[in-house]
């Protein structure tokens, strides 16, 4: 009959490459938590029910994220991969083109939306009972102003495998990282200096640190594989 015998062998093809890329990658999970760690740390210290607000808003936003952003940047990974050698670059910048099309054209509508619909949608999801006017506002304006950067914050989920697909996971590490350094920054002057308006500025330096990491992303991306987002190319691909 058959029994089992576990094998453990170091030379299986593509292993040493998993095991090279998993270290940035590992770091990049955690510079997102430490994220989510000085946020809750910076809400809570607001009072007044600023973590509740900043996280329903947070639920709010991240649904087009979820639903757009992720999911074509995981489909197109495998396909990217496969582009990703320097005989297959034009392949590769107009696939990524295309996906960063479908994004947008998915994500912008959403936004909009969510700007327009802000307040019932607040009310709607989170309920009336247990949630007050006041708040209902509060989380309202940092949706509003979030929701601003949900195509950027889509975006960037294309690129980071876009980076993935050219076996670079250091490059959107130490963009993450460099991300992370400015919004503690900014958070941190504007809880110091604006304390009367600490949720609003919070949502404003979301929103400018998404633009940031994805200006950053772009550009480091064009230097790697020349121009994705020529005129020329993002009319042949719209």
């Known amino acids: 009959g058959y029994k089992f015998r576990p094998s453990f062998d170091w030379h299986v093809p593509g292993f040493s490459s998993i095991i090279k890329l998993m270290p940035a ?109 006041d708040a209902t506002l509060s989380t309202a304006k940092m949706v509003g102003i979030i929701a601003v950067s949900i195509t950027a914050q889509a975006m960037v989920q294309l690129l980071i495998r876009a980076f993935f697909a050219l076996k670079d996971t250091w490059t959107p590490l130490l963009i993450g990282l460099l991300d992370l350094v400015i919004f503690l920054v900014a958070v941190f002057a504007i809880n110091y200096f604006f304390p009367a308006s600490a949720l609003e500025g919070i949502a404003w330096a979301m929103s400018i640190a998404a633009f940031i990491e994805l200006f950053m992303m772009v550009w480091l991306l064009h230097r790697r594989i020349g121009a994705f987002l020529s005129p020329s190319l993002l009319i042949s691909q719209g």
Do not use: C, H
């Not at 639903?67 to 940047?73: A, D, K, L, N």
């Not at 495998?78 to 947008?104: G, M, V, Y």
């Open 25 to 133: 990658r590992t770091l990049t999970l955690a510079a997102g938590e430490l994220r989510v760690l000085a946020l809750t740390f910076f809400t809570t210290s607001i009072g007044n029910l600023s973590f509740l607000i900043t996280r329903y808003a947070l639920l709010l936003i991240t649904l087009p994220i979820r639903f757009f952003g992720v999911p074509i940047g995981q489909a197109s990974l495998p396909f990217l991969s496969e582009q990703s050698e320097d005989n297959e670059r034009d392949t590769f910048r107009k696939l990524l083109t295309q996906s960063l099309n479908q994004i947008a054209f998915l994500a912008m509508p959403s936004s909009i939306l969510i700007v327009i619909l802000r307040v019932p949608l607040v009310r709607i999801l989170f309920g009336t009972a247990n949630f007050p006017w």
